[in-house]
C-alpha cells in the first residue's frame, strides 16, 4: 500500500539541529510535495512550512530562519532542517505530500500524510 513515513525525530538540545525525512513508500511515480506541519500535545496542528510547485516555501513566522523544507524528486524524498531548536518546538512533526501511483488500471493522485516522528528539545 501507498505511504508516507517520516523519521529523523529525536531527542535533542536547545540549539542543536534535526533533519527530518519523509518517504514514500510503494510503487510511487510522483511527490508532490505540499509541507510540513507539526502538533504539540494540547494543541491543533499548526503550519510549519508550505512548499509550492513553483518552488516557494512559505513557513511560519515562529520557524523563519530556522527551519529549512526541501525535497529530491528523483528520489522521491521531502526533507526538514531543522536549526537552533527551541523548546516550543517540542511537537509531532508530519509532512504531507501528493502522491500519484497505478491503480486498479490506471494513474491516480491521492493526498498523503504521514504518520508523524517526535521532535524533543529539551535540556
Known amino acids: 500500500q501507498v505511504q508516507l513515513v517520516e523519521s529523523g525525530g529525536g531527542l535533542v538540545q536547545p540549539g542543536g539541529s534535526l533533519r527530518l525525512s519523509c518517504a514514500a513508500s510503494?510503487?510511487?511515480?510522483?511527490?508532490?510535495?505540499k509541507g510540513w506541519y507539526r502538533q504539540a500535545p494540547g494543541k491543533q496542528r499548526e503550519l510549519v512550512a508550505r512548499m509550492s510547485s513553483g518552488g516557494i516555501t512559505n513557513y511560519a513566522d515562529s520557524v523563519k530562519g530556522r527551519f529549512t523544507a526541501s525535497r529530491d524528486n528523483a528520489k522521491n524524498m521531502v526533507y526538514l532542517q531543522m536549526n537552533s531548536l527551541k523548546p516550543e518546538d517540542t511537537a509531532v512533526y508530519y509532512c504531507?505530500?501528493?502522491?500519484?501511483?497505478?491503480?486498479?488500471?490506471?494513474?491516480?493522485?491521492?493526498?498523503?500524510w504521514g504518520q508523524g516522528t517526535q521532535v524533543t528539545v529539551s535540556s
Open positions: 504531507n505530500a501528493d502522491l500519484v501511483y497505478f491503480s486498479r488500471g490506471s494513474y491516480v493522485r491521492n493526498d498523503y
Open positions: 510503494g510503487n510511487i511515480f510522483s511527490l508532490n510535495a
